[in-house]
C-alpha cells in the first residue's frame, strides 16, 4: 500500500524515561499487550542486557507472543576497539530471539569525539560491522541515527557517510532522530529532502527512512507530520507522549492525524475506536493521571461548555468539532458550570439517558440549583458526577443507598509517624451502623471506615477505589476559616468519575465528595438500591 505508514512504538523504552514513570515487568507486557491489541507494528520492548526486566521481558513474550505485532530489541553499535562478534553486550541482544533489532548509533561528530573519545572512521566501521554481525546472525535491523539533525546541522557531510554506512551494512531503515528536540518543522523538511537525494544517488538496498522527534520545542508531533508528508515511511513515538525531558511525538496525536486527516493507512478503522481507552489504560498502569486537556483522547478533547456552544453542537457538531469523536474512541461532553443555560442542561441530561422538555420546570430548577451551588463555591464544570446526582434528585430519581448520621476523625503523630483513625455513623435501609477504620491520613481513614461499613450491603464497593484528591482554598483572605473545596476522582477500573464537596471545614468537604463518590459508584454498578425516602432539597 503507498500510503501504508509503519508505526514504532517506544513507550516501553524510551518513555520509560520520563521523569516520574517506572514500570515493572507485569507493567510492560500489561502496555505491550494494549499496543498489540491497537494494532501497533512495532513495539519496541527495552534493551536486553541492561537490566534483568528487560530481560525478562522477552522471555515472558516468548512463551506467550502478541498477536500481531513485532517485539523489537533495542541496542548501541559496537564499543570502540572491539569487534561486533566479540562484544559481549550484543550477546543478551541475540538472546532476547527478536526478528527485528533496533540500532542506534553517532551521527554527530562531536559525540564520536568527544562522547565516545574515538575517531571518525572508527565510528562509521562501528556502525557497519555492527549492522554486518547482526543481520549474520539471521536479524533485520533497524538503525536510529542519533541525533541526527544536530549531527547535520554541524557536519553534514559526515552525518550523510553515517547513513550511508548504516544503508550499505544492510540495515532496512534508517531513522532519523532528533535526540535532543531543538529542530522545528520547516528544517525537518528541508533535511529530510537532502536525506532522499543523497540515498537516491547511492546502490544500496535502502528501503525506508523513519523520523523519531522529541518535543523540548514543542513541536514533535509537527516534525513528524513533516517529516511523513516529505517521504518519511516509519514514525516512532510513545502513548500519551511520554518520555524523557518534554517527551516524545504523541501517538494519540499522530495517528489520528494521519489516519483521518492525510488518508495514510495506520491501523485498521475497529482499532483507531480503541485509541482513546489504551491512552487511558496506559495513563493508568504507568500511575500518571492523564492529560484531560490533551488532542483527540483527552477528557476535555470534545467538551463544549458556552451555551452558545452547545445550541450549535446540538444542531450539527461540525460547528465546533474537527471530527466524530467516537472514531477514536472518545465522547462529547456537555460541560456543566455558572456560564450554563438552559441548553446545558438539556443536552448534559440527555448524555445521562435523561431526555427533558425544554418546559418541564425540573430544567429550570436543575439551572437555579447549580449557579447557586456554583457561587458557594462546588464546581461541577470538573465534577459530573456530582452534578448528575444533582440533577437526578430535582427530579426525585436520586437512589438513597445510605443516609451519613456523622462522623470524627481522630490524628495521632508520634515522631515522624502520622496515623488517623476515622469513626463513621450511618443507616442503610433503617439499619444504623457505627464502623471505624484506620489510614495514612484523615481523608484515608473517613474513605476506609465508609467502605468497611457498607461493603456488607453493595459488595461492588470492594472494587472502587480514589484514584485522585485535590483541595482549592476558595478565599484565602479568610485565613483558616476558608473555604474549601475538595475535588476527588475514584475509578472501579473501567470507568473514573469526579465528586466535589464544599465547607470551610476541609474533612466535611472531603466527605461530601468521598460518599458521592460511593454513591455514583453505585449508580454505575446499576445495583438495586435498598430504598430510603427520595428527599428533593
Not at 550484543?90 to 562522547?115: C, M, N, Y
Not at 532519523?176 to 518543522?185: F, K, Q, V
Not at 475535588?487 to 464537596?501: A, D, I, P
Not at 470551610?504 to 454498578?525: F, H, K, M, P, R
Amino acid at each position: 500500500m503507498t500510503n501504508r505508514l509503519w508505526i514504532y512504538d517506544t513507550t516501553l523504552r524510551d518513555g520509560a524515561q520520563c521523569e516520574g514513570l517506572s514500570l515493572s515487568l507485569e507493567d510492560k507486557l500489561r502496555i505491550a499487550r494494549q499496543l498489540d491489541s491497537l494494532g501497533i507494528p512495532f513495539i519496541e520492548g527495552g534493551w536486553p542486557g541492561a537490566n534483568p526486566k528487560d530481560v525478562q521481558f522477552f522471555w515472558r513474550l516468548k512463551e506467550q507472543p502478541l498477536t500481531q505485532a513485532e517485539v523489537v530489541a533495542f541496542c548501541s553499535t559496537r564499543r570502540p576497539g572491539k569487534t561486533a562478534a566479540n562484544d559481549e553486550m550484543l550477546q543478551p541482544i541475540l538472546s532476547a530471539g527478536t526478528r527485528w533489532v533496533t540500532l542506534f548509533g553517532k551521527s554527530w561528530d562531536l559525540h564520536v569525539i568527544e562522547g565516545l573519545k574515538t575517531t571518525l572512521d572508527e565510528n562509521l566501521a562501528m556502525i557497519q560491522d555492527t549492522i554486518e554481525y547482526l543481520r549474520s546472525q539471521g536479524r533485520r535491523v533497524i538503525y536510529d541515527a542519533e541525533h541526527w539533525f544536530d549531527g547535520y546541522k554541524y557536519n553534514p557531510d559526515y552525518a550523510l557517510q553515517t547513513l550511508a554506512a548504516a544503508a550499505e551494512a544492510g540495515a532496512e531503515w534508517l531513522v532519523l532522530c532528533d535526540t535532543n528536540g531543538g529542530t522545528l518543522p520547516h528544517e525537518v523538511t528541508q533535511v529530510v529532502r537532502d536525506v532522499l537525494a543523497f540515498l537516491a544517488t547511492k546502490s544500496t538496498t535502502f528501503l525506508h527512512l523513519g523520523i523519531h522527534t522529541h518535543n523540548d520545542s514543542g513541536v514533535a508531533v509537527a516534525n513528524a507530520l513533516a517529516a511523513v508528508q516529505e517521504g518519511v515511511k516509519m514514525v516512532q513515538g510513545t502513548i500519551n507522549g511520554y518520555g524523557e525531558r518534554c517527551g516524545n511525538a504523541n501517538l494519540c496525536s499522530l495517528i489520528p492525524n494521519f489516519q483521518l486527516k492525510l488518508g495514510y493507512d495506520c491501523i485498521q478503522n475497529e482499532q483507531l475506536a480503541k485509541l482513546t481507552q489504551v491512552s487511558r489504560s496506559v495513563s493508568e498502569i504507568v500511575n500518571l493521571a492523564p492529560d484531560d486537556h490533551a488532542p483527540f483522547v483527552g477528557l476535555s478533547a470534545f467538551a463544549h461548555k458556552g451555551g452558545i456552544h452547545v445550541s450549535a453542537v446540538e444542531k450539527n457538531p461540525l460547528t465546533y468539532e474537527h471530527l466524530e469523536p467516537e472514531k477514536i474512541g472518545n465522547i462529547r461532553r456537555i460541560v456543566i458550570s455558572d456560564q450554563a443555560g438552559l441548553s446545558n442542561v438539556l443536552a448534559k441530561a440527555k448524555t445521562f439517558g435523561i431526555e427533558l422538555d425544554r418546559k418541564n420546570p425540573a430544567c429550570r430548577q436543575i439551572l437555579e440549583k447549580l449557579k447557586a451551588l456554583e457561587s458557594q463555591g462546588y464546581q461541577f464544570e470538573g465534577a459530573e458526577a456530582s452534578f448528575e446526582l444533582l440533577m437526578r434528585e430535582a427530579l426525585e430519581q436520586r437512589q438513597r443507598w445510605f443516609e451519613i448520621k456523622g462522623f470524627q476523625v481522630h490524628c495521632d503523630k508520634v515522631g515522624e509517624d502520622c496515623t488517623a483513625l476515622a469513626t463513621v455513623k450511618l443507616s442503610v435501609n433503617g439499619t444504623n451502623i457505627l464502623e471505624c477504620a484506620e489510614g495514612n491520613g484523615p481523608v484515608s481513614a473517613l474513605d476506609s471506615a465508609l467502605r468497611k461499613a457498607l461493603v456488607n450491603f453493595y459488595p461492588a464497593i470492594a472494587h472502587f477505589y480514589l484514584t485522585d484528591y485535590k483541595v482549592r482554598i476558595l478565599d484565602s483572605g479568610a485565613g483558616t476559616s476558608a473555604k474549601t473545596r475538595v475535588l476527588l476522582e475514584s475509578s472501579n477500573r473501567q470507568q473514573r468519575w469526579t465528586t466535589v464537596g464544599v465547607s470551610t471545614n476541609i474533612l466535611d468537604a472531603s466527605c461530601q465528595a468521598v460518599v458521592e463518590g460511593l454513591e455514583y459508584g453505585l449508580v454505575l454498578d446499576n445495583q438495586e438500591a435498598i430504598p430510603l425516602v427520595c428527599r428533593v432539597h
